[in-house]
C-alpha cells in the first residue's frame, strides 16, 4: 500500500510545479519564460477583489419597501410565498388584533408542532439546521468555496474548450480558438455549486444553482459575448435545492443531480424537462454524485455513513452502510470496473472493484485500503512541512494512469497547508497506487479545485485553480501503458525537448466565425 512517506519531498519555497516528463515532476518559477510561452492561452487571473458578490436581500431592509397599509391577507400571502407554510403561520399567529383568537392560537400551536418536529429530524441529520450557503460550503467539492473566486470548472469532454463560475454567479467560456468568450447570466443563477458539459455535444451546459438546474445552450458559432436567458432551459423540482452535484450519462441522454435536502437523486430527461425521482430511505439526502465513464453505474454519497452505487439498467442500487463517516468524493477507473472513494474523517483512499460475470453478483464484497494518506513531514530546506490529512476531492485521469488527491491540510497547523498529491496509478498484475509527487502553486497559495483534461493526447492534463484566482494546467507526459482509453485515437511519442503547445491540437471539430 502506497503512502505519502514514499514521495519525494515538497519543492522548496517559490517554486511552482510545472511538468512530469521522464517520470519527474519538472520546477519553476511562476515568471519562467516556459511556462508563460506554453500555458498563455489558458492561463488565467481571476483576483477577488474584482468580483463582487451577489447581495442578498436582508430582511431588514423589507420595511423599506412594504406597504404597511396591506391587508392580512396580502402579508400572508407574501409570507407563503418567503417562508411557506412555516411562514403562513407565524404571520397568522401574530395577527392577534386582526383575525380571531381561536385562529390565532391554533396556528401557534400548529407552528410550534411543525419547529419541534424540524428540530428532531434536524438532530437526527445535523445539515438540514444549515443555511443553503453553508451546505453547499460542507458538501462542495471545492475547498472553501465561499471565498473562492472560481467555484467551478468543467472541461469539454471533446474540445479545448472550458466553462467556469465566478464568485458573482457569472459562468465564462473560454476556448483558445477563439477570441470571443461568452459570459452568462440568469436571475435564477445564485450560488453555482457545479457545471457539467453534455456528452456528445458542442453547446450544452448543465448548471448546479440554489433553486434549480439550469442548461445554457451556447451556440459555439455565435460571436455574441451574452447569451440571452432564453438560451437556458429552466430544471426544478419542489424540495430539491439547494443543488449541489450533477452528472452527465456519458451518452448525454440523461443528467442526474443531488440535493442534500432530497433523499431523492432525480434523473433528467432534459429535452422532456421532466425528472423521475429515484428515491431509498436513509442517508438524509444526496450530496455528491459520479457517472462511471462506461455509462453502467453511478455513485450517489449521502450526508449520512453511507453511499449508494446504482446500476442503470434496472436502476437497482447496493447500500454500503458500514463507514465511519460519509463519503466525501469518489471518482471510476476508464472503464467503469473500479471505483476510488474518500471518507470524512479517515486519512485512507479506498477502492471497490465490480465484475459484470454471468450468474455472478456484480458487486463487491468489500471495500480494500490502497492508500494511506496520514500526516507526514518532510525536512525541507525551509524547515518542516507536514502534508497529509483528509481528502477534499479525487480526480482520475482518462487514461487511467494519474490519480490527484486534493488533500485539506490543517488551517490551524504551522506548515500544513492543503496541497495536491498525484499517484501512478496500475492495474496489472494487481491494481496498485505508485508515488509521482506534489503539485505545488506560487508561494502563499493553495489548491481550491482541481480537474484533469479529458482528452489530452500526450499524457494527462491536471487543471488546477487556486486560492488567489489563478487557474494553472500542469501537464504530465508518458506513454500509454496500455489502459483502454475511451474516445481518443493513439498515442503521439513523448516531447522531445520543449513539449508541443496542446492548444494547437484537434479533438473535436467546432467552426468558429
Not at 449508494?308 to 471510476?332: F, H, N
Request: proline share 8%.
Amino acid at each position: 500500500m502506497c503512502s505519502l512517506a514514499l514521495f519525494p519531498p515538497p519543492l522548496p519555497s517559490g517554486q511552482t510545479t510545472l511538468c512530469e516528463v521522464n517520470n519527474e515532476l519538472l520546477a519553476g518559477t511562476a515568471s519562467d519564460g516556459c511556462l508563460k510561452q506554453e500555458l498563455g492561452p489558458l492561463s488565467l487571473h481571476f483576483p477577488r477583489e474584482s468580483l463582487k458578490p451577489h447581495s442578498r436581500p436582508e430582511s431588514s431592509s423589507k420595511s423599506a419597501f412594504l406597504d404597511h397599509c396591506e391587508t392580512l391577507w396580502m402579508r400572508s400571502a407574501a409570507a407563503w410565498r418567503d417562508a411557506g407554510l412555516s411562514g403562513l403561520l407565524d404571520e397568522i399567529a401574530s395577527s392577534s388584533a386582526e383575525v380571531p383568537k381561536w385562529l390565532t392560537v391554533s396556528s401557534g400551536c400548529v407552528l410550534a408542532l411543525l419547529r419541534w418536529v424540524s428540530s428532531f429530524h434536524g438532530s437526527l441529520f445535523p445539515h438540514l439546521t444549515l443555511s443553503s450557503e453553508n451546505m453547499i460550503t460542507e458538501f462542495s467539492q471545492v475547498l472553501n468555496w465561499p471565498d473562492c473566486a472560481v467555484r467551478a470548472f468543467a472541461w469539454h469532454p471533446h474540445t479545448e474548450k472550458f466553462a467556469l463560475a465566478l464568485l458573482d454567479d457569472s459562468i465564462k467560456i473560454y476556448n483558445p480558438k477563439s477570441a470571443t468568450a461568452p459570459v452568462l447570466k440568469h436571475r435564477l443563477q445564485r450560488s453555482v455549486a457545479a457545471v457539467q458539459w453534455k456528452p456528445l455535444c458542442a453547446s450544452a451546459l448543465a448548471v448546479a444553482c440554489h433553486n434549480c438546474l439550469l442548461v445554457w445552450h451556447v451556440d459555439p458559432t455565435s460571436l455574441s459575448t451574452r447569451p440571452s436567458s432564453g438560451c437556458a432551459q429552466v430544471l426544478s423540482h419542489a424540495g430539491h435545492s439547494p443543488v449541489t452535484s450533477i452528472a452527465w450519462s456519458p451518452s448525454g441522454s440523461l443528467l442526474v443531480s443531488a440535493s442534500p435536502v432530497d433523499t431523492a437523486m432525480m434523473v433528467w430527461d432534459v429535452a422532456a424537462e421532466s425528472c423521475v425521482p429515484l428515491q431509498r430511505v436513509g442517508g438524509g439526502g444526496v450530496t455528491f454524485l459520479s457517472w462511471s465513464p462506461d455509462g453502467s453505474r453511478v455513485l450517489a454519497s449521502t450526508p449520512s455513513a453511507l453511499f449508494r452505487v446504482w446500476e442503470t439498467r434496472m436502476w437497482t442500487c447496493e447500500i454500503w452502510p458500514s463507514l465511519k463517516g460519509r463519503c466525501q468524493s469518489g471518482c471510476w477507473s476508464p472503464d467503469g470496473s473500479r471505483l476510488l472513494f474518500s471518507v470524512q474523517g479517515e486519512t485512507v483512499i479506498y477502492a471497490l472493484t465490480f465484475t459484470d460475470v454471468p450468474g455472478m453478483s456484480g458487486g463487491p464484497k468489500a471495500a480494500a485500503v490502497v492508500a494511506d494518506l496520514s500526516e507526514t513531514t518532510f525536512t525541507t530546506p525551509d524547515g518542516d512541512i507536514m502534508v497529509g490529512g483528509e481528502v477534499q476531492s479525487l480526480a482520475w485521469d482518462a487514461r487511467g494512469e494519474r490519480l490527484a488527491v486534493l488533500l485539506k491540510g490543517d488551517p490551524l497547523a504551522v506548515g500544513c497547508s492543503a496541497t495536491i498529491a498525484v499517484f501512478k496509478t496500475r492495474a496489472n498484475p494487481v491494481f496498485e497506487l505508485l508515488p509521482c509527487g506534489f503539485v505545488q502553486g506560487e508561494p502563499g497559495t493553495e489548491p481550491r479545485l482541481m480537474q484533469f483534461h479529458p482528452n489530452f493526447q500526450q499524457g494527462a492534463l491536471l487543471t488546477v485553480c487556486w486560492s488567489n484566482g489563478r487557474i494553472t494546467h500542469v501537464p504530465f507526459y508518458f506513454t500509454s501503458a496500455g489502459v483502454p482509453q475511451l474516445g481518443v485515437g493513439g498515442n503521439p511519442p513523448l516531447p522531445q525537448g520543449r513539449p508541443a503547445d496542446y492548444a494547437d491540437q484537434t479533438l473535436y471539430t467546432e467552426l468558429i466565425s
